[in-house]
């Protein structure tokens, strides 16, 4: 998980997702340049998955992040951002990926997904011998999603941050809005180039 702040807003991102946007450009980019340079025009047409893949790559995996600031959480997911201000906050778990819970109902992050097998292990990799020791405590037992090391764990470890800092301060929970927005715009894009991509390939000579 990356971060960009210095104050606030602090932007968290996955870094494995993002890894993945950047790998399906790369093959999005050789599959045009290949049509591209294809004997026949009527491949041309075919252009439409790579710009599908590309769309759906930026959408799912390269937009999603996690905003943090003094007032409030907003999971940028694909589909639909979600603004949870603190005072609607009743708790942050990570089993699947960093998820805030509130009165209302619960909102996933995919912008912070928990580790998989190999994620958990590079994480515990990187704990310090007594900081293992702790973790096998019975009192102090961490999911893999709350390791450090791991996007959900990261994540989760700033929102906590901001959400302590604001209990300080005197916050109290309290009925406040969560405002969801959605992305017509990207539904739109993504759904119309897939529909394309696939009407190409289904009537391909």
């Known amino acids: 998980m990356s971060a960009r702040g210095g104050g606030k807003p602090v932007i968290v991102w996955s870094r494995f997702n993002r890894g993945v946007a950047i790998a399906a450009w790369v093959f999005s980019a050789v599959i045009a340049i ?5 004997p026949d025009a009527r491949y041309l047409t075919v252009l439409a998955v790579p710009v599908a893949l590309s769309l759906l790559a930026w959408a799912i995996y390269w937009r999603p992040r996690v905003v ?20 609607a906050v009743t708790g942050v778990t990570t089993r699947f990926a960093l998820t805030i819970s509130t009165e209302k109902g619960r909102y996933p992050a995919t912008g912070a997904p928990a580790p998989g097998a190999y994620g958990t292990y590079a994480a515990n990799r990187e704990l310090s011998r007594d900081v ?3 973790a096998v405590r019975p009192d102090s037992y961490r999911q893999s999603g709350e390791l450090e090391g791991t996007d959900s764990g990261e994540a989760s470890a700033v929102v906590l941050q901001h959400w302590d800092a604001w209990s300080r301060a005197g916050g109290r929970r309290g009925p406040a809005p969560v405002v969801v927005t959605w992305h017509p715009t990207a539904i739109g894009a993504t759904t119309a180039a897939t529909a394309l991509a696939v009407l190409a390939l289904i009537t391909l000579p």
């Open 68 to 87: 943090v600031d003094g007032e409030a959480v907003e999971l940028v997911n694909a589909t639909r951002s979600v603004r949870i201000p603190w005072e």
């Open 34 to 38: 290949s049509l591209l340079f294809a």
């Open 132 to 134: 293992r020791e702790r």
